[in-house]
């Protein structure tokens, strides 16, 4: 449905970082919220090509859906009325299920089980404040996930919770050949990987969509292979990589 009907402009969200628009796709008598990014009105990034970020956000439900992560929204490319962009169906993302999912508590109300604090801070008020997310398996997946497409922006405002499962969105800055991992889903750093998890990354190494030849460069789809590989090869999520890069994004939400 995403790629047929007529698409208006109903909003922007003003707080997004690139020209981002809330649209309605009307097809026959059926109609769908969607999220439009028009290519044109993305911001210029030092470290990736101009013009590329749709591209990226199309690649990555691509590799979700190979994977069989089915975290990212489904996700198009178009024409839009402001032009070529990536065109993202709309997450109606539920407040209690987001919540239980990542969270910003004072530090010592951080629970003893079932959460991990991977980040400490302090509030307006100079109170201390922790970042935290739950032991999920959902939310253990998107970090599998996170890893493979090289994700440098998983903040907690890109999690939603929503009827039960767990979607990831803002996938502009992924695919980087470059290590540029930076999630705020570090809990199960080391972890060992189950079977499950191996089965999805060994998808996506085996069975790479034709697709993404169309979105991304080729030394951008080989280093998602080699991602693939070495996660299959060593079994474990990995460390940060201290004095490497930032593996937090900034803000964390």
């Known amino acids: 449905m995403l790629t047929d009907g007529e698409l208006q402009l109903a909003g922007r969200l003003a707080n997004a970082s690139n020209a981002t628009y809330i649209t309605v796709l009307t097809t026959g008598d059926d109609q769908l919220e969607c999220v439009y990014k028009p290519i044109r009105g ?9 013009g590329t970020l749709g591209l990226r956000e199309v690649a990555a439900y691509e590799v979700s859906r190979a994977g069989g992560f089915d975290i990212v929204p489904v996700t198009v490319l178009i024409d839009g009325p402001l032009g070529p962009g990536s065109l993202q169906a709309w997450v109606d993302a539920d407040a209690a299920e987001t919540n239980a999912l990542v969270d910003l508590v004072p530090s010592d109300q951080v629970p003893a089980e079932g ?6 801070g302090e509030d307006a008020q100079e109170r201390p404040v922790s970042v935290i997310h739950a032991d999920s398996a959902a ?6 996930f996170d890893v493979l ?4 922006d998983r903040k ?6 929503s009827q039960g499962q767990v979607f990831g969105v803002d996938h502009g800055v992924c695919f980087h ?9 570090w809990g199960w750093a080391g972890a060992e990987l189950t079977d499950d998890e191996l089965a999805a990354v060994r998808r996506v190494r085996d069975v790479t969509p ?12 080989e280093e998602l292979w080699l991602r693939a ?11 940060p990589q201290r004095g490497y890069y930032p593996a937090i994004p900034w803000p964390p939400f």
């Open 42 to 50: 993305e911001r210029p990034l030092w470290d990736f090509p101009t």
């Open 115 to 120: 959460w991990f604090a991977v980040v400490e």
């Open 139 to 144: 939310l253990r997946r998107m970090a599998v």
């Open 149 to 152: 497409v090289n994700n440098a």
């Open 156 to 161: 907690g405002g890109h999690i939603l919770g």
């Open 177 to 185: 050949t470059d290590p540029k991992l930076r999630t705020l889903l």
């Open 210 to 221: 034709d697709r993404l030849y169309e979105l991304l460069a080729e030394p951008e789809i």
């Open 229 to 239: 590989e070495r996660l299959l090869q060593r079994g474990r999520l990995p460390r």
